[in-house]
């Protein structure tokens, strides 16, 4: 498999993933998250977890090694920003809510490499 397939099967199954993680809150933890007031915190995660795989499905198929970078930046903020703030309305830990922005900055440095990038398309 080459590394553009590759990269577009990740993309794939981060939104499958973002779908599902949606689904999941909304019905088998609603209550949970509810009662510990964390349902705010776990719709935040699923909007940025699903908006952000659309932007690496579209990385990924436009596939330019230019916005590889971008593509992996991405995707650790989905991991890092996401990640944490589904533990934190899981689990309740606090500390992980100073996690959550590295994520974010891993956001926007995917960002900021697109704009970088694309200054010669």
Avoid: Q
Avoid at 53 to 70: E, G, K, N, Q, T
Avoid at 72 to 86: K, N, P, Q, T
Avoid at 108 to 114: F, K, L, N, P
């Amino acid at each position: 498999m080459n590394e553009s397939a590759l990269k577009l099967r990740i993309a794939a199954l981060t939104g499958l993933f973002g779908v599902g993680l949606g689904a999941f809150g909304a019905h088998a933890l609603k209550a949970h998250l509810e009662a510990g007031g964390y349902m705010d915190t776990w719709r935040t995660a699923v909007l940025y977890h699903l908006v952000h795989a659309v932007v690496i499905l579209a990385l990924a198929l436009f596939s330019s090694p230019r916005f590889w970078a971008a593509y992996w930046w991405m995707l650790g903020g989905i991991f890092i920003f996401c990640g944490s703030l589904y533990l934190l309305a899981v689990v309740h830990v606090s500390w992980l809510g100073a996690i959550t922005p590295i994520g974010g900055f891993a956001f926007m440095i995917g960002w900021g490499m697109i704009i970088i990038k694309s200054r010669d398309v």
